[in-house]
């Protein structure tokens, strides 16, 4: 219809591309309002069929007779009710539509695209749908009466159209996008929608007046405005799909089905709330809904639903599947144990390439994100990484117009988000947020399009978001409220819903008004409740720190009880024969104590993997195994799903192992150099931040690691000598260990990746071959310091005994000087300190009651380095037992240089350490 109009009112401007078809409100072709409406019959179907933008033989407002090819004469467009009941509020000047104000500084998107045959046609062109199917998602919803009549008679004249045009026949048919529309627009659809709708408007404005009593604090981001996105993904998700939001999330988990009352008292601080008062209002998860965040940076959550989203094709893969247990976990299951061997086969077929109706796997991931958000470079990566491994998943881009405050386009030269996937061969679609039945249809049609096994895609929903970014900022932003002011009256969802669906009878007044005072109850019980619920304890943040204990026996954790079947289904026989001779050479190597760090951590990694299937690893050049040798054979043994070869981003490699270990993998990250992790210090936050922030619920277990530190004279320059595990030390939540002998390498790879928290281990990068060593086999090694040199009871007895505390290189250099000590009648307790977080000040303490002086060598700056907290815990606690002052041996706060002759007054080595014990022991600090 208004592709008609507008071209109809621009008939006088001599336009003749779909591109020139635009109505007044748009920026760039502007209607003139000089020129005649006027336009001949003939010459506007002749012109709309020639550019494929309207394809049905009536048009509104014509008889049949002027519809037929020897139309004549002309017609005067006068707007009718239909064109009134699409847009609410508008203004019909001389014909024209004149709706948004020049003051308004980003229209709404062209109808011509974003109204449901616009929606079909993206579909159909991008998607490759079925006309067909199609109209499955659009009948749902209007079966009433004549206006479904009048609709078919449409829709046949359409379809008639377009199968005579073969290149739209390329994609989806339109009867089957008909469908769509059929199954929405059913009574029982539409008020599913709008009951999604108020809701979300409702359990906002609550949100709102508790914020300005005191009752919720920091930081709220309110979606007034953007209500059809809650309906697109209460209407288009399942429980059991991932949904991965931002921080502007509160509608998000609401349409997900988590419990109102639950939200708003997380909202309130209150220990009844989803995260028990630990997330907040930019927190908000819940596992058996499966909704994975709330969070709070701009863009992080993408790599994590990437992870999400490949979680789905691992259980395919595997054959595992989730169950719900009654205290609120998921756990995994051998999909085949209650199958035999012909149903297992069928059950196969099914899971790898999901049907529709069959009752396969057809979980998908569903992240959403701020068009401000979607112009990061994570979003490239995640695009990437869709398309590379066809991974199930729906990006949905919330375009506001804004990046906070600032006018998107005023950033960004792109602003068609659907289309950022396009190198990527991930189609997109653009649909209108004011019709929230044409965004439930489109997703419906896009979410079923991921289900049936085709890869990602990207919806962008043009919205307007009614409230500032944030109570808490100001909108000083130029024409923000003129654009607000506007957009309450002319372009609220809820009230174009209203007034659609009113207008022909498909609803009631009476039923609208029932579905609102349902909503309020459900707004008002949750307000109730939040206020009820108690605070949580001031104990929790302590118990939330790390999901397995520090004293953990790790040799005590059993396997999962489907790790022979999996690996059975998934590793040939002849693989595990390679793979049993690959570990046998290793192992025989550590007998006579030649295995290397690198090769110690090797092996305990393939041993891990295949006693626990559910172990994934992920690195840069993965399948050469990169730089040490660490993932050697992986790919080669569980396959690229299980070890994949990832992008040259370790944040986009974090993030996706945060997105695995949320839904039930321990994935490894193999950084090659840790230094390189500083891409993805967002990321290594987060990993410590989770299992706090989401109550306890997901705990994630994923290991970091790869070979790092600072060696003397290793003439690496600056770039690679930072010292990330000072950087990261800071990350609460993150536990940190470090490796200088195969036996550590060996047993804290193990214990590591068995641990339900996140942990970061580092191996000295100069020392990954030459270190020679023997391990203890299938043994976890504690997380704790170790006591690797003790000194004689002589030199303690005589006072010239001192404690040395270090770690990586530090380790082999105070070896190297032990005997020239012992010389000078002097020795030194050996500590290696295996974990910088949690610190074992026990072991520290067990030595100090011996001699009484300290030196720590440390491999990281004297300014925020580990020697500085080592230093101060040592001073706070252990205070009465020292003699002297702590001596710390730091790196310069200078970068450290390439050229030896200015690296060595940097980096502290074995020889500053003689000169600090024996300045210790003679009394001279």
Not at 203 to 218: D, L, P, T
Not at 443 to 465: C, F, K, L, S
Not at 585 to 611: D, F, P, Q, Y
Not at 651 to 663: D, V
């Amino acid at each position: 219809l208004i592709l008609w109009y507008a071209s109809m009112l621009t008939s006088a401007s001599g336009f003749s591309t779909p591109s020139m078809l635009q109505l007044h409100w748009h920026p760039a072709f502007v209607a003139p309002k000089s020129k005649t409406t006027r336009r001949s019959n003939a010459a506007v179907l002749s012109h709309l069929r020639k550019t494929r933008l309207f394809m049905t033989d009536t048009l509104p407002g014509l008889t049949n007779n002027e519809t037929t090819s020897e139309m004549k004469g002309s017609a005067t467009f006068q707007p009718n009710e239909e064109v009134n009941a699409l847009f609410p509020g508008a203004t019909f000047v001389n014909g024209e539509i004149d709706a948004v104000p020049s003051n308004i500084m980003r229209p709404p998107p062209d109808p011509s695209i974003t109204s449901w045959e616009g929606i079909k046609r993206q579909l159909i062109s991008n998607f490759s749908f079925d006309p067909q199917e199609l109209e499955s998602y659009s009948t749902e919803i209007e079966e009433k009466g004549s206006l479904l009549s009048i609709y078919k008679s449409m829709q046949l004249s359409r379809q008639f159209e377009n199968a005579c045009n073969q290149q739209y026949m390329q994609g989806f048919d339109p009867q089957e996008l008909e469908s769509y529309s059929t199954e929405i627009e059913e009574k029982g659809s539409l008020l599913s929608i709008y009951k999604s709708m108020q809701l979300s408007r409702q359990f906002e404005n609550a949100c709102n007046q508790q914020y300005m009593q005191g009752k919720i604090r920091g930081f709220m981001h309110l979606d007034n405005g953007q209500e059809s996105i809650p309906a697109m993904i209460n209407a288009a998700t399942k429980k059991t799909d991932k949904k991965i939001s931002y921080y502007r999330e509160h509608c998000h988990a609401l349409a997900s089905g988590v419990d109102p009352g639950k939200i708003m008292a997380e909202l309130f601080m209150k220990d009844g709330g989803t995260c028990r008062g630990a997330g907040g209002s930019m927190h908000l998860f819940d596992k058996q809904h499966r909704f994975q965040g709330g969070w709070a940076l701009v863009a992080e959550q993408l790599p994590y639903a990437a992870g999400a989203a490949k979680s789905i094709l691992l259980d395919r893969e595997l054959g595992l599947v989730e169950k719900d247990l009654e205290d609120g976990e998921v756990i995994k299951l051998d999909a085949s144990v209650d199958f035999d061997d012909a149903e297992w086969d069928e059950f196969q077929s099914r899971i790898n390439g999901p049907p529709l109706s069959g009752n396969g796997d057809n979980r998908i991931a569903v992240v959403l994100v701020g068009d401000g958000g979607s112009h990061n470079g994570r979003m490239t990566e995640l695009l990437n990484a869709c398309s590379k491994q066809n991974l199930p998943l729906l990006i949905v881009v919330i375009d506001n117009g804004r990046a906070i405050n600032t006018l998107t386009k005023d950033v960004a030269t792109n602003t068609e988000q659907h289309t950022l996937g396009n190198h990527y061969h991930v189609p997109g679609i653009l649909v209108d947020g004011l019709d929230a039945a044409n965004v439930v249809k489109a997703g419906r049609a896009v979410t079923d399009y991921i289900r049936n096994g085709h890869g990602p895609a990207v919806m962008q929903i043009h919205t307007y978001r009614f409230m500032g970014h944030s109570p808490a900022d100001p909108e000083h932003e130029r024409g923000r409220k003129d654009e607000k002011t506007w957009a309450r009256g002319n372009y609220d969802p809820i009230k174009a819903f209203e007034t659609k669906y009113t207008r022909y009878d498909m609803l009631t007044h009476e039923e609208l008004q029932a579905v609102k005072k349902e909503v309020e109850a459900i707004v008002s019980d949750a307000v109730k409740y939040a206020d009820r619920s108690p605070d949580p304890p001031s104990s929790l943040a302590k118990e939330l720190e790390y999901p397995t204990a520090i004293d953990t026996d790790y040799n005590k954790i059993s396997p999962p009880p489907f790790a022979d079947a999996v690996n059975k289904r998934t590793i040939s026989s002849e693989q595990m024969d390679i793979i049993n001779a690959h570990i046998a050479v290793l192992r025989k190597k550590a007998v006579r104590s030649e295995i290397s760090i690198c090769e110690a951590a090797n092996l305990a990694i393939h041993e891990e993997m295949l006693r626990d299937p559910s172990t994934t690893i992920q690195a840069e050049d993965l399948q050469a195994g990169s730089s040490y040798g660490i993932p050697g054979l992986t790919q080669q043994t569980y396959g690229s799903l299980r070890a994949s070869d990832e992008i040259i981003d370790e944040g986009h490699i974090i993030g996706k192992g945060i997105g695995e270990a949320m839904n039930g993998y321990r994935p490894i990250v193999e950084l090659m150099n840790t230094n390189f992790g500083i891409y993805g210090m967002a990321e290594i936050a987060s990993c410590g931040n989770t299992y706090l922030q989401s109550g306890g619920q997901f705990k994630l277990p994923i290991l970091i690691l790869g070979a790092g530190g600072t060696a003397p004279d290793q003439a690496l320059g600056a770039e690679h000598s930072q010292p990330l595990h000072a950087y990261i030390l800071g990350v609460p939540g993150l536990k940190i260990a470090t490796a200088a002998t195969p036996d550590a390498a060996y047993g804290i790879t193990k214990s590591m990746i068995r641990d339900n928290g996140p942990c970061f281990l580092i191996f000295p990068v100069k020392l990954m071959q030459e270190t020679k060593g023997t391990v203890d086999f299938g043994k976890c090694m504690p997380l704790k310091a170790a006591l690797i040199h003790k000194a004689s009871a002589e030199s303690v007895e005589t006072g010239k005994a001192v404690t040395v505390l270090t770690y990586l290189h530090g380790v082999k250099e105070a070896q190297l000087v032990i005997d020239g000590l012992k010389e000078k009648g002097l020795d030194i307790d050996l500590v290696e300190l295996r974990t910088l977080k949690p610190l074992d000040i026990d072991t520290i303490r067990e030595s100090l009651e011996r001699t009484n002086k300290v030196v720590i060598l440390d491999e990281s700056t004297q300014s925020g380095g580990v020697g500085a907290t080592v230093s101060a815990r040592v001073c706070e606690e252990l205070f009465d037992l020292l003699d002297a002052p702590v001596m710390r041996l730091s790196m310069d706060d200078t970068p450290v240089p390439y050229a030896s002759s200015m690296e060595k007054v940097v980096v502290k080595r074995g020889s500053d350490l003689v000169k600090g014990v024996i300045a210790l022991c003679a009394g001279n600090v």
